[in-house]
């Protein structure tokens, strides 16, 4: 006892406060968040936040893409035309290329009117260019590649196949295809767009082409 008060005397002599058993705190039974000063709500506020993104990764929002765009919208063009289109170039011309029937106005004009009789029709590269496949098989099976930077336009007329299975490759100017005439002139036709404006019309035909709009301005089916 003499021993204990004397303990006492000294470390209230030195500015102690009295030794007494050893005191834990702030730790009890239980999550070690209150342990370490931390907000025990900050686990699921986080684990929210990751929800949240994760979410966002499937509707576009975690992607940087508005999520009110649809995929339709991101990868197959628009399906009309809102006055975005830029105006078509002017080509320069030039003397009529051999592979023209006939050329005005800076525009070459391809007529193949017999069965058969166009397999594939490259037009020139500075004339905006006007196909015409008229008849029976006119241009069965044929690629046409358009003009890189100029219009290009398709006329498939009177004639069962005058454009069966037929590519129509645009380039960047505006593109169309017309189907018109019964017996299904545009049966397995496609039209695959550039970034131009591209339309499709068609009068008495069925079926119509299939159209790819891509990356076109505009882009208008039958």
Same mark, same amino acid.
């Given at each position: ?22 005191? /834990? +705190? ?5 999550s070690g968040a209150s342990s370490t000063g931390q907000d025990p709500t900050a686990t699921g506020q986080a684990t929210g936040a990751v ?7 499937? #509707? ?9 765009? /649809? ?9 009309? +035309? #809102? ?17 023209? +029937? ?30 015409? @496949? ?5 241009? #069965?099976?044929? =690629? =046409?590649? @358009? ?31 017309? @189907? ?9 036709? #496609? ?7 591209? /339309?499709? /019309? ?21």
């Amino acid at each position: 006892m003499k021993f204990r008060m004397g303990s006492i005397i000294i470390a209230a002599m030195l500015g102690c406060g009295p030794v007494g058993p050893e005191v /834990t +705190t702030g730790v009890s039974g239980g999550s070690g968040a209150s342990s370490t000063g931390q907000d025990p709500t900050a686990t699921g506020q986080a684990t929210g936040a990751v929800s949240a993104t994760q979410a966002g990764s499937a #509707d576009g929002s975690g992607t940087g893409l508005d999520p009110d765009t /649809t995929a339709g919208e991101v990868t197959g063009g628009s399906d009309a +035309t #809102d006055g975005s289109c830029p105006a078509p170039l002017e080509p320069p011309g030039g003397p009529c290329p051999r592979d023209c +029937t006939s050329c005005s106005d800076n525009v070459c004009n391809i007529v193949c009117d017999n069965p058969d009789q166009c397999s594939t029709i490259e037009c020139p590269p500075d004339f905006a260019c006007n196909v015409i @496949c008229e008849g029976v098989d006119a241009c #069965d099976g044929a =690629i =046409i590649t @358009c003009p890189p930077d100029y219009a290009c336009s398709v006329h498939c007329l009177a004639g069962n196949d005058a454009c069966g299975d037929v590519d129509i490759d645009c380039g960047a100017g505006p593109c169309s295809v017309e @189907c018109d005439g019964p017996d299904g002139p545009c049966t397995g036709t #496609d039209l695959n767009c550039g970034a131009g404006e591209c /339309t499709a /019309t068609c009068g008495v035909s069925d079926p119509p082409p299939t159209v790819s709009c891509g990356d076109a301005c505009g882009c208008a089916q039958c």
